[in-house]
């Protein structure tokens, strides 16, 4: 239908005005002609959201996907690594959903997903195929919840993460970009000298993974600034 056509237009575009690229160095964005094939890590990755709880989400007619956005745009992600994080992923989702969903519990803030445990080796194998390397860090957002410290500090596991995979990809002359998928502030002190490029998308809606990828490769640009402060502690 015309209008949905024209909405999707509209919430890519609006998407991509408002993430913010918090860092970038060594040019890491946006991606070169020469960046094919993405090692995509992050449990979130699998698992983007699109949007908050309660009144901070949106009625979809459909929602693409951070996978869905980075294949619509032409890249391949590394198939071992995919792989494993789907199946994670999957079994991950079928823990912390509820058996029975009522309207109510619908609304509530589903649990985050735990982050993959992932050995040294892994990343090594995913470095020697893939051109650069995405992380996502995300946390749940919106109405009916108070946050938690938890929420607001990264875990040991994700820093691990960003540490392991920034010096792997680094001796490999090979970047990595940290994607923040959150509705709310974060720690960022402790770990942000690590990636070469920070880009925060929020909640990027139906057409986010397309978003995404249009400011990754460089067909938009994110021009959003800071609404807050991110706080140090």
Known sequence: RPDLTEHAKVTRQSATEGMVLLK??????????????????GSISYDFYAGGTGSGNVVRAYTVSLLDGLENAGYRTEPTLHKAYESFVEKEIARVSPEKEDAF????PREQIKEMPL????????SEVADAALITIGRPSGEFADRKSSEFYISEDEKKLIENVSEIFRSKGKNTIVILNIGGVIETASWKDMPDAILCVWQAGQEGGNSVADVLCGNATPSGKLPMTFPLD
Not at 105 to 108: E, R, T, Y
Not at 119 to 126: P, Y
């Open 24 to 41: 970038n160095e060594s040019h890491a964005l946006p991606l070169g002609k020469e960046i094919s094939t993405l090692a995509l890590f």
């Open 105 to 108: 519990s619908a609304l509530m």
């Open 119 to 126: 050995t040294l080796k892994q990343i090594e194998d995913a």
